[in-house]
């Protein structure tokens, strides 16, 4: 009993931990949308006239909204379908597709091109979201100082330039202050909030599904264009889904239903309440909800929140871009480890760099976050239908759930996406575009990748040479024999190596040991380090090992070796010789059901620019030898 009993205090501590973290990293997305989200409803380009009519009926919209769509739909729907503990539209896209247990009439193209197109999404959501965040935030020195006004854009420029810069050391050293940094904005916001609401309680009649119900029924078409804005309190839920791997399911609903919901709500009625008592002030209720004395501190504060959110969101997309590379969507980049003890703290400086050059474009195109909140949510509009569509799927496949419960359930999803889809759609002649704009780009680069890899494979596939007529010739025509281990890299398991026919019709020599390496990249997160390598002997000194890594592992091909060595697998890595093929591709006219010509242009220019595998599979430079060969796609 002692023993239990010791035991609680550590697994409370560890828990709430946990919780800290979540919060710090999971909810700054949704946590600074109060800085915009009821104000765009009255004040934006999209907006309404404020009555006490029209306010209870937005506020009652947004907290209704984030009821179903965060608390039922994503914390008690979504978070269940987890691919190995990791969340996101892309594990969740290869849990749907490659865990099947039932026969789908519709077939899995659809649900693979809806998940790839839901990923592309989310690069143009990393670009608007510090955009809208950060300039929503800096925007609070108008009303501290107006002289200062015209800076509002530089000042957050220099903000965002710090924010990417910063990247490269990574969010080990800073990650612990996220926590308490967040919890101190919730408490700020929700502190203001009751402030606000304890002069004007009658606000919370806004509880009452019945003033939404009444707004859309009274409002018509004009309560849709308003839907577009009340979804921007409810855009930061698919970021929780997507670090629910980190922290795990229960520390994200405790952060949430404990700390996240109550201050958003109580800071989303206090500004209705101050709203009720001064419309005057709906340029900016948020702001004007600080005493003088406080609004310095506020803005400093949101401004660490909005980067806080910010640097969550790009986090992500280092390593969304990770597992586009391991499953084959996206061309070998360079990817730093910022952090030797955990794996997934990663650094990818062409998606860093990427992503600032985009960002700071929008925040001059757009000037001000209420130009940027007409860009800001149709992608993630859709991410969300695309989400509830392989959520549902892997519900009704994979968890055994019967067909009226299904579509019972995602009808209660879609009634809420596909109202939001239709709001946010109304916005795209003001910049909805930007981010269908962006995710197109993307998606075609993901898919030209893929299918010009397919072409490519099949060429050296038709170019490769038998092992069995390999080894007759060696047979008869024995060539000299060098000490050391040759490693082959290959991509394909049922091919000879090029670059060993290469390198043995010019050098004529072999080495003592000659190892055939392909890494297999496989539908889950991560590989256990058991089942990561198979070894098989080929012939005498032959070897071939398949090296198997998840779509979030990061190959290290060193390590693996030696591993097999150690575990005794028939060969030692004595004086090893890494042996890369290196592809000079040139394009042709094409054959039918192959690429387009100026697809192969796209292709060729992307294998140009891809780091090379010496140094994505973290191989000593000086143990590689690149053999060049020449091949038309």
């Known amino acids: 009993m002692e023993s239990t009993e010791s035991h609680r205090p550590l697994a409370t501590q560890q828990q709430a931990f946990l919780v800290l973290t979540a919060i710090g990293i999971c909810f700054g997305d949704i946590g600074t949308s109060p800085l915009y989200a009821l104000r765009e409803c009255f004040h934006g380009p999209h907006s309404i006239q404020l009555t006490e009519a029209n306010l209870f009926g937005v506020l009652s919209l947004i907290f209704w909204s984030l009821i179903f769509v965060i608390s039922f739909k994503y914390l008690v729907f979504v978070m269940r379908a987890t691919n190995k503990g990791e969340g996101g539209v892309l594990a969740l896209t290869a849990l749907a597709i490659y865990r099947q247990k039932r026969h789908l009439p519709f077939g899995l193209r659809p649900l693979l091109l809806m998940g790839l197109f839901g990923a592309a999404l989310l690069v143009g959501d990393g670009m608007i979201t510090p955009a809208i965040s950060v300039l929503s935030a800096v ?6 100082t107006p002289a200062l006004e015209n800076w509002v854009v530089l000042i957050t420029i220099g903000i965002l330039i710090a924010l990417f810069s910063i990247q490269k050391h990574g969010t080990a050293k800073i990650g612990s202050l996220f926590g308490p940094i967040v919890i101190s904005w919730f408490a700020a916001i929700g502190i203001l909030g009751v402030f606000s609401i304890v002069q004007s309680p009658g606000v919370l009649q806004a509880l009452n599904p019945l003033f939404a119900f009444q707004f859309l029924y009274t409002q018509g078409f004009d309560s849709l264009v308003i839907m577009g804005s009340v979804f921007l309190a409810v855009t930061g839920g698919e970021a929780l889904y997507a670090d629910v791997g980190h922290f795990g399911r229960k520390a994200v609903v405790l952060g949430w239903y404990f700390c996240a919901l109550p201050a958003l709500v109580l800071n989303y009625f206090g500004q209705g309440a101050l709203l009720l008592r001064q419309p005057e002030l709906v340029e900016n209720p948020f702001f004007y909800l600080a005493p003088d004395w406080f609004l310095y501190p506020l803005i400093a504060l949101a401004t660490m929140a909005a980067v806080i959110a910010s640097q969550a969101l790009i986090s992500g ?6 597992q586009c590379i391991q499953l084959g969507y996206c061309p070998r980049l360079q990817i730093i480890h910022t952090n030797e003890e955990h794996i997934g703290q990663i650094y990818v400086p062409a998606v860093n760099w990427t992503l600032m050059a985009g960002t700071i474009w929008l925040v001059l195109e757009f000037g001000s976050s209420s130009n940027l909140s007409a860009a800001y949510g149709m992608g993630i509009s859709i991410i969300m239908v695309v989400t509830s569509i392989l959520a549902s799927v892997v519900a009704w496949s994979l968890w055994g759930w019967s067909t009226w419960k299904t579509y019972t359930v995602l009808t209660v999803c879609m009634i809420f996406d596909l109202g939001f889809l239709a709001a946010n759609s109304l916005k795209l002649d003001d910049g909805g575009w930007v981010s269908i704009v962006i995710a197109s780009c993307v998606y075609f680069m993901m898919t030209t990748w893929k299918r ?4 490519l494979i099949s060429r050296l596939r038709a170019k490769s ?11 008869l025509n024995p060539p000299a024999r060098v000490r050391g281990t040759a490693i082959f890299l290959v991509g394909d398991v049922e091919m000879t190596p090029p670059a060993l026919m290469h390198n043995l019709k010019h050098n004529k020599v072999l080495h003592e040991k000659i190892v055939f390496l392909t890494v297999v990249s ?8 058991n089942d990561r390598v198979e070894v098989h002997q080929l012939a005498p000194s032959f070897f071939r090992v398949i090296a198997h890594y998840g779509f979030s592992d990061s190959p290290n091909i060193p390590a693996l070796l030696n591993k097999c060595a150690l575990n005794n697998f028939g060969f030692r890595l004595e004086d090893p010789t890494y042996f890369l093929g290196r592809e000079i591709l040139t394009t042709g006219a094409g054959r039918s059901g192959e690429l387009s010509f100026w697809r192969k242009k796209v292709f060729a220019i992307m294998a140009k620019n891809a780091t090379v595998a010496r140094t994505f599979f973290k191989l000593p430079q000086q143990d590689v030898i690149e053999v060049g060969m020449e091949i038309e796609i």
């Open 139 to 144: 925007e609070g020195i108008k009303l501290a």
């Open 317 to 322: 997309l280092f390593s969304l871009a990770q």
């Open 452 to 455: 010009g890899r397919e072409i």
């Open 465 to 475: 040479y038998p092992f069995a007529q390999l080894q007759k010739d060696i047979l």
């Open 522 to 529: 496989k539908e889950i997160p991560h590989v256990p380090e």
